[in-house]
C-alpha cells in the first residue's frame, strides 16, 4: 500500500497559478497510477486528471485541456498538477488518487486527504 499527500493549495486570483503535489510514501509509487480529483462547494466530486505509472499516457478532463499540466517524478515519488489560467469554477477540494490497476475504468483504491484550491475573481 502506499500513503497520499496533497500539499500547494492555497488562494489566488483569477489568471493565476498553482502547482499541487501528491507525495508518496510507501513501497514501489512506480508501480501506481495516480489521478487527481477535485470537489467543488456543493457539488460531487469530478475526476481532472491521469497520468500512468512511467508518465507515458496522461489524460485530462476537457474543462481543463490546455491549462492543467500532470507530471510524475517516480524517484521523489511525487506527482504534481500543474494548474493555469485558473478560474473561479476551479475552487474546490483537490485531491490524489492511486492504484496498482492499469485500467482506469478499475477505479483507485488510494486517497489522500485533499487540499484546497481557491480562486477568486
Known amino acids: 500500500q502506499v500513503q497520499l499527500e496533497e500539499s500547494g493549495g492555497g488562494k489566488v486570483q483569477a489568471g493565476g497559478s498553482l502547482t499541487l503535489s501528491c507525495t508518496a510514501s510507501?513501497?514501489?509509487?512506480?508501480?501506481?497510477?495516480v489521478g487527481w480529483f477535485r470537489q467543488p462547494p456543493g457539488k460531487e466530486r469530478e475526476f481532472v486528471s491521469r497520468i500512468s505509472r512511467t508518465g507515458n499516457i496522461k489524460r485530462y478532463v476537457d474543462s481543463v485541456k490546455g491549462r492543467f499540466t500532470i507530471s510524475r517524478d517516480n524517484a521523489k515519488s511525487t506527482v504534481y498538477l500543474q494548474m493555469n489560467s485558473l478560474q473561479p469554477g476551479d475552487t474546490a477540494v483537490y485531491s490524489c488518487a492511486a492504484t496498482l490497476s492499469s485500467q482506469e475504468s478499475r477505479g483507485y483504491e488510494y486517497w489522500g486527504q485533499g487540499t484546497q484550491v481557491t480562486v477568486s475573481s
Open positions: 510507501g513501497r514501489a509509487f512506480s508501480n501506481y497510477a
